[in-house]
């Protein structure tokens, strides 16, 4: 047991390395010093497993001897294991002391060898306590950085994947001279694609939990509107998703996001294919908001709507089915409304 004991009084370091040696045997390095300043010097030297320090030293206060010791020490880790020593039977002092990064406090007038021995056994386990903490914090912090960097290059590898895939698809559809089935290929196309952007946000957000709804609005809006070659002097697109009552963005957890891209996706592609016939302009908007614990979200044209008895038609468009399986598999509710154009409400749980 290496001790550095830093008191004015030569009676009490005297005291004290008797006890100690009977305590610790030839195990015992005991250094002592009168001063703060040569204190200092010693602990930095010597690095000892714990400092005996008395509370009123010639050149400055015990605590004052704490700051200045810690003052190297990593954040929230203590340099050495303290017990500070005094006269004075104070629980004001004591407290100071424990504040100021002491361990324990002993009365001067109390001491004794299994006191003394009990006070640095507890003082140094705290303090290996605290370091073996802190090591596992960082490890814990490099192997969560690992796993975010794998989590990443995993997105990174799915968007690629996908955009091969959707590669092929727009080639197939090119190639091919049926109409039908280039249109189903496009189609296959646009929703691998809104996929794919889903894992692009994610390579590229600090939250690999969550994607922010407007930005994902936005993404699909431009992709869709490109791929129809739509002149946006003709019909234009707009994304209005008001932030979150505490001002926070509004987000979507992974497992929402993909469906959401997948429904959107179809309701943009539908308004495009069949809200503005001949050359008809119009507009078309996403609108979204977070109101008691739901996420409401809406696809608005201004085209000229659709049949009256689509939504309760059976055989719906295949559009249509995707849209309602998917709101229906993360617990939501979906409506078609005709106003002035049309209109579809979709509402679903925050999570």
């Not at 998917?326 to 409506?335: K, M, N, P, S």
Request: hydrophobic fraction near 45%; aromatic fraction near 4%.
């Amino acid at each position: 047991m290496k001790v550095v004991m830093v008191d004015r009084s030569a009676a009490d370091r005297t005291l004290c390395r008797t006890l100690l040696e009977e305590v610790y045997g030839l195990g015992l390095q005991f250094f002592e010093e009168s001063e703060a300043l040569e204190g200092l010097k010693t602990c930095r030297a010597v690095a000892p497993d714990c400092v005996l320090l008395d509370y009123n030293l010639p050149d400055m206060t015990g605590l004052e001897f704490l700051a200045e010791l810690h003052s190297e020490a990593p954040l929230n880790e203590p340099a050495f294991a303290v017990v500070m020593l005094t006269g004075t039977g104070s629980d004001q002092v004591a407290l100071e002391a424990m504040r100021s990064g002491a361990q324990d406090y002993l009365l001067k007038n109390r001491i004794s060898g299994p006191r003394l021995g009990l006070a640095i056994q507890k003082a140094t386990q705290k303090v290996g306590l605290i370091r073996e903490l802190r090591e596992e914090h960082a490890r814990l912090a490099r192997s969560l950085a690992e796993k975010e960097v794998l989590i990443k290059e995993l997105h990174h590898r799915v968007k690629n994947n996908l955009q091969v895939i959707a590669s092929l698809l727009r080639l197939q559809a090119e190639a091919t001279t049926d109409d039908t089935a280039a249109a189903v290929l496009r189609e296959s196309q646009h929703r691998v694609e809104a996929i794919a952007m889903i894992h692009e946000q994610l390579y590229g957000s600090a939250d690999l939990r969550q994607v922010q709804l407007a930005q994902q609005a936005n993404l699909l809006m431009a992709n869709l509107f490109n791929a129809f070659g739509v002149d946006p002097a003709r019909i234009s697109g707009h994304v209005m998703v008001c932030p979150q009552p505490d001002g926070r963005p509004l987000v979507l957890g992974v497992d929402q996001a993909i469906p959401t891209g997948l429904i959107l996706n179809e309701l943009i592609s539908n308004a495009l294919k069949h809200a503005f016939p001949n050359g008809r302009s119009g507009s078309i908007r996403i609108e979204a908001q977070s109101h008691e614990s739901r996420v409401e979200l809406a696809v608005i044209d201004d085209g000229v709507g659709v049949p009256e008895d689509l939504a309760t038609r059976k055989n719906k468009s295949l559009g249509l089915q995707i849209v309602e399986i998917l709101v229906r598999q993360f617990g939501g509710t979906w409506e078609l409304k005709r106003e002035a154009g049309t209109v579809f409400r979709l509402s679903f749980p925050e999570r």
